[in-house]
């Protein structure tokens, strides 16, 4: 060892009294530092990654603002649940796997790395690794929850549910009505149904999904037996489908597109008697490139690559607004289905103010209740507000329309009808 040392410490020493062997010491301690550069580039992304995950897990229950965050977020992904930090979970190993699952995730290259992974399974394979997504013929995206309701249909239905919910219906109406009020119910339509022969050939009734049985007619009896108001967005699409240039439900969503729910909204204002918010009328074209809920099952396939240029639409006002004294107030309450509808409603002669009370389905299968505000002529989702009793009852109580919206695959089933009909209740 001596030795060497000596022998590097000569030739070192001979090096710095020659020029040209100083130099060629440089070059190759130069040459040296090149060839470890991908072991220090490495190292210090490892460095970077390891110091912003710390950060992130600081930073996350406090002051989320400070995380540092992909510049395209995942969408659809829940945030994950805090870590349990108790004796228990600590043993049973529950800890240890919330904090891994926190930490990946809260990782900046987690979302580029998510989107890599769904761009290889998509173009080698045609296949959607987002869960609940399916990509049907021609590209079509449909959630997997609207196909397994679709295949499951029957031709069966449960008179007394169907007879208990028509009879809530109609008294809804009548409550509303004694409190001055316009009702109509609406039946938003599912694309599993409307666009069946599409879906994808793995459904369990691709080869007989155009002659699938007829679920709503019974539904439609009894909302006529009881005389609910009400506009049937399926039968809606159905008659409109063959006249439309550009198909009613977007490649890419699950939801009707822009005209889709403004026909709606257009029926919805023909049935108000002496509607507040004046009969819609509306323009079309076709839009430059999907956005919004014409995107919604693409932009949760999370891919590198997106291609939203497919064909769907725009819809704008025709004529001038009313004279309206004051801004009618419009309570909805629904699915994801309304969006659209409201959207429209902005477009009527008298635009109004639309309280928005939005029943959504999360990962878990339960249902999430959220409200919104929208100002008058206001197209966007509009102000988050809180989603309590007591606001949905001074809600009710100042509106001047209420619009009740469920879609045909949760008919009767879903929490709305319940919800307005015992706030109605309270009013009384």
Request: glycine share 8%; hydrophobic share 45%; aromatic share 8%.
């Amino acid at each position: 060892m001596d030795k060497r040392i000596e022998k590097h410490e000569a030739e070192f020493g001979a090096a710095s009294q020659s020029p040209v062997r100083a130099e060629g010491v440089i070059a190759f301690l130069k040459s040296l530092t090149l060839a470890r550069l991908p072991i220090f580039g490495c190292a210090g992304f490892i460095a970077f990654l390891f110091l912003a995950n710390l950060w992130n897990f600081a930073v996350e229950r406090d002051w989320p603002k400070l995380r540092i965050r992909s510049a395209s977020p995942l969408a659809g992904v829940a945030k994950p649940k805090p870590a349990p930090w108790t004796f228990d979970a600590f043993l049973s190993g529950e800890t240890q796997k919330a904090v891994s699952i926190n930490l990946g995730r809260m990782s900046p290259v987690f979302p580029i790395s998510v989107r890599a992974k769904n761009q290889l399974v998509f173009s080698l394979f045609g296949g959607s690794a987002a869960p609940g997504v399916v990509i049907g013929r021609n590209g079509q995206l449909y959630e997997q929850f609207y196909i397994d309701e679709f295949c499951a249909r029957d031709g069966a239905f449960d008179s007394a549910r169907l007879g208990a919910w028509s009879s809530t219906l109609r008294d809804i109406q009548d409550m509303a009505q004694a409190h001055g009020k316009s009702f109509v119910y609406l039946i938003s339509p599912s694309k599993a149904a409307r666009y069946a022969e599409v879906l994808p050939r793995s459904a369990p009734c691709a080869a007989r999904a155009t002659v699938m049985p007829e679920k709503l007619a019974p539904y439609r009896a009894a909302l006529d037996e009881s005389y609910v108001r009400y506009v049937d967005g399926p039968a809606l699409i159905a008659a409109e489908k063959p006249k439309q240039p550009i198909a009613l439900f977007p490649r890419g969503g699950s939801h009707w597109n822009s005209v889709g729910g403004a026909l709606a909204m257009r029926d919805v204002t023909r049935a108000l008697p002496a509607s507040p918010v004046g009969v819609l009328d509306f323009t079309s074209a076709p839009a430059p490139e999907a956005v919004g809920t014409d995107r919604d099952l693409l932009d949760l396939l999370n891919l590198l690559w997106p291609d939203a240029s497919y064909p769907t639409t725009a819809i704008g006002r025709a004529g001038e607004k009313g004279d309206c004294a004051r801004a009618p107030r419009l309570l909805a309450l629904g699915g994801s289905f309304l969006h659209q509808v409201l959207a429209a409603a902005t477009l009527a002669p008298c635009p109004p103010q639309i309280d928005y009370w939005f029943y959504m389905r999360t990962e878990d299968n339960t249902i999430e209740l959220g409200h919104y505000r929208r100002a008058p002529g206001d197209a966007s989702n509009g102000e988050r507000l809180a989603a309590t009793i007591e606001e949905l009852d001074e809600n009710l109580a100042g509106a001047d329309v209420v619009l009740l919206e469920e879609n045909e695959a949760g008919i009767a089933t879903t929490k709305q009808v319940g919800h307005l009909a015992e706030a109605l209740r309270r009013s009384h």
